[in-house]
């Protein structure tokens, strides 16, 4: 089946600091989505991305569709300790989505 | 907008009972609704894709007798899991799929079920 691979696993930043995180595929996507979810919640939608190439920001996330299709970047600038959490990407194709492994985000006061 | 509810949001029951858990898409229409099982520090699995009207699509491995899906309306789903055992304990999260070809769906905020 189609599997993204979502990197790195986790990190541990100092506040202030950026952060970047990707998801590849072998499968082609129409839609790559990007998640956040705090512990004991449902994800919580954060960019989505519709055209290969689109560069789209919310806030200080900002998050790329692979002009391949095949993979995605989210980058957070500036980060806050309310930034910690699991950050998961999702590509979507033939009625279906799928979920990367998710990056644990820790950010240091 | 785009707000999905799940209710209720934890439940505790005795092994062989049944629990019932439901999916409301609150300011949009959901021809498609989507239940996840969420193990600790692990990502999404899918379990079954529910369309309004139809019966569901079980993912490979799921057993369609113990977690039994009703989409009745474009705003309601529900997921019963009958005669849960210890098990089946877990975090379980409903999404919702928008309509007018976006392909994005929105999550509800999870169901977290403990059996003893």
């Known amino acids: 089946g189609q599997q993204l691979n979502q990197s790195p696993q986790s990190m541990f930043i100092q506040e202030g600091e950026d952060v970047s995180m990707n998801c590849t595929s072998s499968?082609?996507?129409?839609?790559w989505l990007w998640y956040k979810q705090d512990p004991g919640e449902g994800p919580v939608l954060l960019i989505a991305?519709?055209?290969?190439?689109e560069l789209t920001s919310n806030g200080r996330l900002t998050a790329q569709f692979g002009i391949t299709r095949k993979d995605s970047f989210l980058n957070i600038s500036a980060s806050i300790p309310s930034d910690v959490g699991i950050y998961f990407c999702?590509?979507?194709?033939?009625?279906?989505?799928?979920f990367g492994s998710g990056t644990k985000l820790n950010v240091k006061p | 907008g785009a707000v999905v509810s799940q209710h209720p949001s934890w439940v505790i029951c005795k092994s062989g009972t049944s629990v019932k858990i439901e999916c409301r898409s609150l300011?949009?229409?959901?021809?498609?609704m989507f239940w996840y099982r969420q193990f600790p520090k692990q990502s999404l699995m899918l379990m079954a894709t529910?369309?309004?009207?139809?019966?569901?699509?079980?993912e490979q491995g799921v057993e369609k007798d113990k977690f039994l899906i009703n989409h009745a309306s474009l705003t309601l789903s529900t997921l019963t899991v009958t005669s849960a055992h210890p098990e089946d304990s877990s975090f379980y999260i409903c999404?919702?799929?928008?309509?007018?070809?976006?392909?994005?769906?929105?999550f509800g905020p999870g169901t977290r079920l403990t059996v003893l």
């Open positions: 999404s919702a799929e928008t309509s007018g070809g976006t392909d994005t769906q929105y």
């Open positions: 499968s082609i996507f129409n839609t």
């Open positions: 991305l519709y055209k290969a190439g």
């Open positions: 999702a590509g979507y194709n033939f009625n279906k989505f799928y």
């Open positions: 300011d949009f229409q959901a021809t498609t």
């Open positions: 529910s369309n309004e009207g139809s019966k569901a699509t079980y």
